[in-house]
């Protein structure tokens, strides 16, 4: 059986444990995720689920349990791995491009090859024009779009994404959305773990649907995603077996919520 590319086992995780202000945010959570699948996991706020990316980026331990790459325990921040927050985050003073080149800087890849990957991501997010313009002359849209072509630029094996497309308008988000699952279903084999509040979204993009419990954090379910690949967005959201299964998963989510 293949190592799992990433795994929790019996992970519990407290903040403040050392004093009375002690929150218990995961519980006993395990949890196993195939190389080049695709994982959304939903659930109410503060049920810890950009704690789980945390744990799996190696920035936080676990309070007790294992967490795992490729088998071997994590023991803090990889460089190939992707972590991609909800807003932007670019640096201000750096173009679209010197943007999109900064962790391949830091990777130490030469200034030929950091302009040739640049560019040719944003050429695939639609942004040929813009490679030169600077975060504050770009609309939210593109800034995304530049994250997301910062993220892949490293080619990480492990993407993190906490609620990347939640800013977007839905007109942008849907582009977005759709710019991103193309660009990951021609990566060779990369792991994504969404986190997102959209449960539309999760069903639309991943493999499988995770739902957490209220806090303290459990695992509710896993609901596998049998959508054929490649996915048209635009036209799998009035799918009937997409609205079956999103109905199917709004069932676990609704008593952790209402």
């Known amino acids: 059986m ?22 218990l945010a995961l519980d006993t959570v395990s949890l ?19 704690t789980i990316l945390n744990l799996l980026s190696g920035l936080i331990p676990p309070t007790a349990g294992t967490v795992k790459r490729n088998g071997q325990e994590v023991d803090g921040p990889s460089r190939d791995i992707g972590y991609m927050l909800a807003r932007a985050a670019l640096s201000p003073w750096r173009s679209a491009r010197r943007n999109v080149e900064l962790g391949l800087e830091i990777h130490g890849v030469n200034r030929q090859e950091r302009r040739r990957r640049a560019e040719e991501l944003l ?7 813009f490679a ?24 990480p094996a492990l993407w993190l994404l906490d609620e990347p497309f939640g800013a977007l308008d839905a007109q942008t988000r ?8 193309g660009l990951w279903e021609q990566s060779e084999g990369s792991t994504v773990i969404l986190v997102t509040h959209d449960l539309e979204e999760a069903v639309l ?8 419990t209220a806090r303290p954090g459990r695992i509710k379910s896993d609901t596998a995603v049998d959508l054929p690949r490649p996915r048209v967005i635009d036209e799998l959201r009035f799918d009937d077996q997409f609205r079956e299964l999103e109905h199917q998963i709004w069932q676990e989510l609704r008593d952790e919520i209402i």
């Open 2 to 23: 293949p190592t799992p590319a990433v795994g929790l086992e019996d992970v519990s995780l407290v903040f403040g444990a050392e004093d009375d202000t002690s929150v």
């Open 32 to 50: 196993e995720i195939g190389a080049g699948e695709f994982v959304a996991i939903v659930g109410p706020s503060g049920c810890g689920k950009t």
């Open 123 to 129: 050429s695939l997010l639609h942004l040929d024009g």
């Open 132 to 155: 030169n313009a600077y975060p504050s002359q770009l609309s939210q849209g593109m800034r995304q779009r530049v994250a997301i072509a910062r993220t892949l630029a490293i080619e």
């Open 174 to 181: 849907m582009a977005v959305q759709s710019e991103f699952v």
């Open 205 to 212: 993009l991943a493999d499988r649907v995770i739902v957490m």
